[in-house]
DNA sequence: TCAAAAGTGTTAAGTTTACACCCATGA
DNA sequence: TCATGGGTGTAAACTTAACACTTTTGA
């Protein structure tokens, strides 16, 4: 023992991850089985110790690369979490993390391993300790953060339409919208650009494909939706 | 050693506090001087760490009992700081908690007994570790809160004016804003009652004393500032 | 009597909402 | 040929912002 601290305590710390993803219409998170007793086999989020030489963000990150071989995503943390009793193995302080991924990014083998799969948000059982609350929390955040920020576009493939960018705010906000005000608002953006590509898998006449230039964005950054 | 977890590390966790005040029109902090080495004398956040019985939030609530000798105070979870060498002396996570309180609440003696003092919130000195960041989120969640939710009640005295309630949202949000505009709004708030007594402190002639009635608040939370 | 803060309405500008039809295509 | 989703503009309602003078009173 060589710290400063020695008189004090020290707590397992661990971080959860609550993963969104789009697909069919659908804000959905992803939702595993427990892997460790207590509560073996129980639904759960996926999560992790945080380890010594790593920063808690790190671990966030270690864990969704364990999870899904995608790196860089896009991440904010939701909170640490730390009732005495809310683990019922040992004590354990867990922070959580939310994840925006394209759910064609996430290969269907992966996801078969790790016994996880995509749950409907308004549907989401009952899950192992607090991780109710975390994803409760996490899309509190999440709705606040994506009307004020351009970070749909990480639940998105890089080209997309606008029906497909509408059902996605629809999803999160829990409101249809009308198409010619989303529309408008979106002209008004000049960061989602129209590629000359169009979609055909959505419709028989097609919808063009837009994209999302961060470049453009960074230059001016009036995003509102 | 009796826990499901044995394989992996524990931490030391603190909790560190961003405490607000507002005063002769400024927005504050509670800063203080580090008690303990490393950086023993250094300007710190007030701080401690979580004992083994008591939640984070707990943990909180008693370093801020401790400090302030108060009860109750508002507070709110700005987020879990884990950089692996963010403490100097030792591997240490910390949870950083933002506070309201009314700075005549907090007496003197005690102020001077802990050897803190209120710096406004533009002034803030190079701080111990990551707590100038932890400063800055605190800010930002705080500005989007009271912008949202009645919290702004925390920082004023039971009875105030007016002027006193817009001066506090003008140190808030960096702007000033007009006072008929911002009298109209206050106006379509029921729950901001106005009494009939009168303070004269503040002006010759007298200013009306309101009063944030709770009750009335919840059965329509029509806040908006 | 005057300096200093309290109190009070109206109008223009801007934003948001509501709303309906034609188009292109594959089945 | 028809069912399906893609694409487009305007007007009314509402919200926000700009703006100036009178009142009260203690020094």
Redesign the pocket.
């Known amino acids: 023992m060589t710290g400063y601290y020695q008189e004090y305590s020290k707590f397992l710390v661990a971080v959860d991850c609550i993963i969104f993803g789009f697909d069919k219409g659908e804000l959905r998170v992803l939702i595993g089985k427990r892997k460790l007793n207590p509560g073996c086999g129980q639904r759960s989020l996926y999560g992790g110790f945080v380890r010594e030489d790593e920063s808690i963000e790190e671990a966030a990150n270690r864990v969704l690369y364990q999870l899904t071989g995608l790196d860089h995503i896009f991440m904010r943390q939701v909170g640490a979490f730390g009732n005495v009793n809310r683990d019922p193995g040992e004590r354990v302080i867990s922070i959580a993390y939310y994840a925006l991924i394209n759910v064609n990014d996430y290969s269907q083998s992966l996801q078969k391993q790790h016994e996880v799969e995509w749950v409907n948000i308004n549907e989401i059982p009952t899950l192992y300790s607090d991780h109710n609350l975390m994803v409760k929390k996490a899309r509190k955040m999440m709705k606040e953060k994506i009307s004020r920020e351009p970070i749909s576009f990480n639940l998105l493939p890089e080209l997309f339409?606008?029906?497909q960018l509408q059902r996605l705010y629809e999803a999160v906000n829990g409101e249809i919208v009308?198409?010619?005000?989303f529309?408008?608002r979106i002209k008004e953006m000049d960061f989602i650009e129209k590629t000359n590509k169009i979609d055909?898998t959505?419709?028989?006449?097609?919808?063009?494909l837009y994209r999302f230039n961060k470049t453009t964005y960074e230059e001016d950054p009036n995003f509102?939706l």
Chains 1, 2 share one sequence.
């Open positions: 339409t606008l029906t009308d198409k010619r005000n529309r408008k055909k959505g419709s028989k006449r097609g919808a063009y509102k």
